[in-house]
């Protein structure tokens, strides 16, 4: 019966570790991997040591077991100071683990002497084989090592509920009663020489418990969600909320941006009234509703800009929670503060005449725009370009009727044109200008410009324009780089996920890229352009484009054409 028993735990631990290996996760620790391979190893040592008929078989048998006492213990003390934010030197690890396996070795080194067992006898009954052992003079070493592992064990439970951090106390329960259990036992066993061990169910129960609290523990764990890069960097402070809006996790760096951080206990809604909690929750809300993504506010005479994205762990179509990256803006704000101020004195001059103040406002994102085009040598006058083919775009759509867009919407769409690019205001010149291929890192920081752009629409124009006019300015900056087929940047949407006006851009916004000269290509001709525009409709572009591009591709090339004569 014992035997059947131990043969269900050897069973279930296999289905675990297969489980938890056929997940395409990365975020898997190895902690987490290594105790899924060594809960197996050891529940076949009990099983075996029940089916043992010999001597040597029982022998066999327990020097599997002995992988418990020995190297599961050592990984049990780092997998806890991880849980609890501890990472001890390589070399600390490197001389536990060698002490764990030396240990294993004097043990599998005496099997034929009695220095460790003296004798050994095997009992069979019902439930399977009883095996007794009697010590030999080294299993004394046994003990004293059991012993240090138990003080330090011990001594990693108390700092973890004494030290602060951002770490989850559930995960240190569960190994805290794990370990208390296991020793418990493992002693009580040992004094009276219990025939069969309870330790083999005791490893499926924590084993199981680990398993449904992984998810939440790498939530913990800001570098699993964030690469370690940028949460060492020291430049940006990273907040994570669950789905619950509990807090989990944050990096050193967000106690500079939010100091109420230190007082917000871990696995609970942020202190009612706080600061911290009226930002978060707000912003929450509006990406929720509105998709907008990004804050400002002040702390400490800073001006800081916080965004909020969700983060996924398994199921990647199925979010677990918020993270919030926040950054010092103090500096890109006094530039904004001075546009802004100047925005304000021709408002109150001309607050009668509202035609007047929108011209002056285009003309002063125009000159932005054109600013950022004078420091990027491959587009010149592309942000005219582009205005003027949307115009042409927005006039078939409504001439074709396939798509359903207001007079509002359009000129919202017509008018946002200008701002796409104003985030590569942030993008040093030698990539901006480099003539040649990208980099991988230097591509990466180059595509950052869509959620540049995004911000920097919002500085200039939430609570100044109208709210439906800043949502598609807002759309068309920051995701005029998404693709149909979900391999765009930045947020890698799909299909319609994608903000209508940003799909439109992007048509105008490639036709013109390949229609004209760069540093890094020569001008393409009509017929190549529109072969690869059209290639395009379903993978790159919303395929609902294809007529509509059809429709004004003659009056694209007559506009081209002009511009070249004008020349």
């Known amino acids: 019966m014992i035997t059947t028993a131990y043969g269900i735990c050897l069973i279930i631990s296999i289905i675990i570790w297969i489980y938890m290996t056929s997940r395409d996760n990365k975020n898997t620790d190895s902690y987490y991997s290594t105790g899924n391979i060594l809960i197996p190893i050891i529940i076949l040592g009990y099983w075996l040591k029940t089916t ?7 022998m066999f048998a327990f020097c599997i077991i002995y992988f418990d006492s020995t190297v599961l213990l050592t990984f049990l003390i780092f997998a806890m100071l991880r849980s609890i934010g501890i990472k001890p030197k390589t070399y600390i690890k490197f001389i536990a683990y060698s002490i764990a396996f030396i240990h294993l070795f004097i043990v599998w080194m005496n099997t034929h002497n009695d220095l460790y067992f003296k004798k050994i006898r095997i009992l069979p009954t019902e439930n399977g084989n009883i095996t007794k052992m009697t010590d030999g003079p080294f299993k004394i070493f046994h003990t004293i090592y059991i012993l240090i592992i138990l003080v330090v064990l011990l001594a990693i439970i108390i700092a973890g509920y004494i030290k602060k951090g951002t770490y989850s106390l559930k995960t240190l329960t569960i190994y805290t009663v794990g370990t208390a259990l296991g020793l418990t036992i493992y002693g ?101 509703k509105h998709g907008i993504n990004s804050k ?28 919030f990256d926040i950054r010092d803006a103090t500096e890109e704000q006094h530039v904004i503060d001075i546009m802004t101020s100047y925005n304000e004195s021709l408002n109150r001059q001309v607050k009668q005449q509202t035609e007047n103040i929108l011209d002056i406002q285009r003309k002063i994102v125009t000159g932005m725009a054109n600013m950022i085009e004078n420091r990027d040598n491959n587009t010149g006058g592309h942000v005219k370009r582009t205005s003027d083919i949307l115009s042409i775009l927005i006039d078939e759509i409504k001439k074709q009727g396939t798509i359903m867009i207001d007079d509002r919407y359009a000129l919202d769409i017509v008018r946002a044109a200008p701002m796409h690019d104003l985030g590569k205001i942030s993008i040093e010149n030698s990539i901006l200008n480099k003539p040649g291929k990208l980099t991988d890192e230097e591509f990466t920081i180059m595509k950052s410009h869509s959620t540049k752009s995004g911000e920097m629409v919002m500085i200039l124009l939430e609570g100044v324009e109208e709210e439906h006019f800043v949502k598609v300015a807002y759309n068309v900056a920051r995701y005029h780089h998404e693709r149909w087929d979900g391999r765009g940047y930045p947020e890698n949407l799909v299909g319609s996920m994608i903000p209508l006006e940003a799909r439109i851009m992007a048509v105008v916004d490639v036709y013109d890229a390949l229609v004209s000269k760069r540093s890094y290509k020569a001008e393409m001709s009509f017929d190549q352009v529109s072969d690869i525009m059209l290639e395009g409709m379903g993978t790159q572009f919303d395929p609902n484009l294809r007529s509509i591009f059809l429709g004004c591709k003659k009056r694209f090339e007559e506009y081209y054409l002009s511009t070249k004569d004008a020349g």
């Open 188 to 288: 009580i066993e040992t004094v009276t020489d219990a025939d069969f061990s309870l330790l083999p169910f005791l490893y499926v129960l924590v084993t199981v418990f680990i398993l449904i609290n992984h998810n939440k523990t790498l939530t913990h764990d800001v570098s699993a969600i964030v690469s370690s890069q940028q949460v060492e960097e020291g430049s940006r402070g990273y907040i994570i909320l669950d789905l619950k809006k509990r807090f989990i996790s944050c990096n050193k760096k967000s106690y500079e941006f939010m100091p109420e951080l230190a007082d917000q206990r871990v696995d609970q809604k942020l202190r009612d009234g706080s600061d911290i909690a009226r930002l978060l929750y707000s912003m929450i809300t509006s990406y929720e």
């Open 296 to 323: 400002k506010f002040i702390q400490d005479d800073k001006t800081c800009i916080c965004e909020i994205e969700p983060f996924f762990l398994d199921n990647k179509e199925k979010k677990s929670g918020y993270i």
């Open 52 to 58: 043992a008929v010999s001597p040597e078989a029982a």
